[in-house]
Structure formats: structure tokens, C-alpha cells
């Protein structure tokens, strides 16, 4: 089962954190379900770049992202050649690591 591994970030994952996630699942679906509260102002519909997150280690495991995931990401504060929508990623059989941004472009942080 291949791990993800959140480094920390002073908001949305003091300690940093290491979970176990299934192939097939979004990487923004498991940090979720643990805890990991990284914005998605869109509901997961590829419309916003808040749930942006650069894949440190273990990006080439990661399918290609599509056209209108590249063009979102075109607009993500702190682009990176490693940078995904973790909304759009999904975990393959490789461990992650995964940094989350200190800053997104999302002018209203919603509760969610």
C-alpha cells in the first residue's frame, strides 16, 4: 500500500504526517479523510487551483495531468515543474512526498 507523506506546513499539517492510501484514490480524498484540511474551493471539480501541492518524491508514478488540470495549475500561486491539483491526482503504487503551499490564490477561505 504506498504512503503519503504530508510535510509540514504551518497550517494545515504542523507535524507533517505519513498515511497509507489505496491506488485510485485522490491525494486531496485521503488527506482529507485524515485530517489534512488543504482548501478546495471548487468541491473537487478542477476549477480552481487552492487544493494545489508540489509531489517532492514519486511524481512520475502519477499519471499525466489532463489539459484543463495543466491549465488551472497555469494560475497556481508557486508553480512548479512537480506541481499538481490534488483534487486531480491519483495515487498509484509509489510512496509520495508532498508539500502543500503556504499560500493558494483563493481570495475567501471557506470553511468546509
Avoid at 76 to 104: F, T
Wanted: charged share 30%; hydrophobic share 35%.
Amino acid at each position: 500500500m504506498p504512503k503519503l507523506i504530508f510535510m509540514p506546513h504551518p497550517e494545515r499539517c504542523p507535524e507533517g504526517m505519513e498515511i497509507e492510501a489505496e491506488s485510485g484514490e485522490s491525494i486531496l480524498n485521503v488527506a482529507l479523510r485524515h485530517g489534512i484540511d488543504i482548501e478546495h474551493a471548487c468541491e473537487k471539480a478542477c476549477a480552481c487551483t487552492t487544493c494545489h501541492v508540489v509531489i517532492r518524491q514519486g511524481f512520475d508514478s502519477l499519471a499525466e495531468s489532463e489539459e484543463n488540470e495543466d491549465d488551472m495549475l497555469d494560475k497556481a500561486w508557486g508553480l512548479e515543474p512537480e506541481s499538481r491539483l490534488s483534487c486531480q491526482a491519483l495515487v498509484a503504487d509509489e510512496d509520495l512526498l508532498i508539500e502543500i503551499p503556504k499560500y493558494n490564490i483563493n481570495m475567501v477561505s471557506e470553511g468546509h
